[in-house]
């Protein structure tokens, strides 16, 4: 779709490049904010229309955690991912070794690469040994998580990980984290899956905020099987004032 629309934009403007857009236009996150969303990979659905008027994305970064957080399980946290958005000093870590960790997520944990971090820079994993439990914990092996528990908070000599004590995290403070990641890291989502939908998310609606004729043009040609997206699409094409020819 986003190169059907890249060629006929360049019918007027033969430079044009789909890298050439600014990832920071801020007509095109007012857009999704107003939760004009059809048509954009990712944000058409009743609900993900509703979390963008919502947490008002301003960044690419907002929209991987939209991504990320409207699915069973996470979306328990879109209430207080936005609360804390739009109220900073709501934010709050229960150690500041978890501020850099999820800082950019306002103090959530919503990323499958955070649990790793939050292993690794708490509890002294390696890289490896971080990843290992946090598939363990995917996967629900509640034999592994059970005794894992231990190691986080106090360590392990043979496996030369530290543990969070060692690293100055009280003990209440450190079950309290492990509670959190057993419970949200059944449904974590990859960050790096969700950063990849958002920035084509983003260059879709960036296209129909801009280039709104080619875009849609694009959009129809890409489900004339589907009649019932031609008829949807072809609604938002006079909701945007855009005149359709008939077949010829």
């Known amino acids: 779709v986003l190169d059907d629309a890249v060629k006929m934009v360049q019918e007027r403007q033969p430079d044009f490049q789909l890298s ?85 997520t306002y103090g959530c944990i919503v990323y499958q690469e955070q649990v790793i971090e939050i292993f690794r820079t708490l509890g002294g994993y390696s890289m490896g040994q971080a990843d290992n439990i946090r598939r363990a914990i995917s996967k629900k092996k509640q034999k592994i998580i059970d005794a894992e528990r231990k190691t986080f908070v106090y360590g392990d000599r043979e496996q030369k990980i530290d543990g969070c004590i060692a690293r100055g995290v009280p003990e209440a403070v450190a079950q309290s984290i492990y509670d959190e990641i057993v419970d949200f890291a059944n449904y974590a989502f990859n960050k790096a899956h969700a950063v990849s939908y958002a920035v084509v998310a983003y260059q879709t609606a960036y ?42």
């Open 20 to 104: 050439d857009i600014p990832e920071d236009d801020p007509e095109t996150y007012e857009m999704l904010s107003a939760g004009k969303t059809s048509g954009v990979f990712q944000m058409e659905s009743a609900g993900m229309t509703g979390v963008c008027i919502s947490m008002k994305p301003t960044s690419i970064e907002d929209l991987t955690a939209i991504v990320a957080l409207y699915r069973p399980g996470p979306m328990e946290s879109i209430p207080k991912f936005v609360e804390n958005k739009f109220n900073p000093g709501k934010v709050t870590y229960k150690t500041p070794l978890l501020e850099p960790i999820l800082k950019v």
């Open 207 to 248: 296209f129909k905020c801009h280039f709104t004729r080619e875009y849609m043009a694009a959009l129809l040609t890409s489900v004339l099987d589907n009649s019932d997206k031609v008829s949807g699409y072809i609604g938002e094409c006079r909701e945007c004032g855009i005149a359709l020819l008939p077949p010829d």
